[in-house]
């Protein structure tokens, strides 16, 4: 059964504090590793996705890496908008499986 | 706004009520799920429709119930429902199942079992 953890659950960070956030996995066949983000009441915002160990996405202040058996989320100097909560999912034939999610808070 | 439409956003209905969600895409996907979110808790898939047939039934218990009439349109079909069923319900859609693309969420409904 594929399996998803992310570390750590929460994520307390001072505005242009950088940090990383873990998401570890097991599958069977990995057809690809998403990043979405969540605000409280809504829906996942898709945010990447990494096929293949070593692929890097990047987009404003966040960084995506991939490892054969990881993936980190780096968000670089963030913002109070940053706070969310970061979910990973990764795709095994047609089924996503969520971690629990990263809950990131930004203080001004 | 992502394409994938939700109503309602909030539902408060007794356990003998029956209610449905409903869910909507404009995107031209050919595939869409149902998605349980409780708090603190991973989302769970409960349900997948591909070119509006049923790909997947988490086993799911059947006082919940998809249909799915079109490729754009899905509901879900709620009947004695128990207070635990509280929780936010995402529909979520993709170009294809099986493929490496990713999912694109509703806003949700909010779900209160009282």
């Known amino acids: 059964e594929d399996q998803v953890t992310q570390s750590p659950e929460a994520l307390r960070l001072q505005e242009g504090e950088s940090s990383s956030l873990n998401c570890s996995y097991t599958?069977?066949?990995?057809?690809?590793l998403f990043w979405y983000r969540q605000d409280p009441g809504k829906g996942p915002e898709f945010l990447f996705t990494l096929y293949s160990a070593g692929e890097e996405k990047e987009k404003e202040r966040l960084k995506a890496t991939l490892t054969k058996k990881e993936s980190f989320l780096h968000i670089t100097a963030p913002k109070p908008e940053d706070s969310a909560t970061y979910l990973c999912a990764v795709q095994d034939d047609y089924k996503l499986s969520f971690g629990a999610g990263t809950t990131v808070t930004v203080r001004a | 706004e992502t394409g994938v439409t939700q109503t309602p956003r909030h539902l408060v209905m007794g356990m003998t009520n029956k209610k449905s969600l409903k869910c909507e895409q404009h995107l031209g996907h050919n595939a869409m799920y149902w998605y349980k979110q409780s708090a603190k808790k991973p989302l769970e898939l409960m349900f997948v429709y591909s070119l509006e047939e049923r790909v997947e039934n988490n086993s799911v218990p059947s006082r919940f119930s998809p249909e799915c009439p079109n490729s754009s349109h899905l509901f879900l079909h709620l009947h004695t429902l128990q207070p635990e069923d509280s929780a936010l319900y995402l529909c979520?859609?993709?170009?294809?199942?099986?493929?490496?693309?990713?999912?694109?969420f509703g806003q949700g409904t909010r779900l209160t079992v009282v």
């Open positions: 979520a859609s993709s170009q294809r199942v099986a493929q490496q693309t990713e999912a694109f």
């Open positions: 599958v069977s066949g990995l057809r690809g």
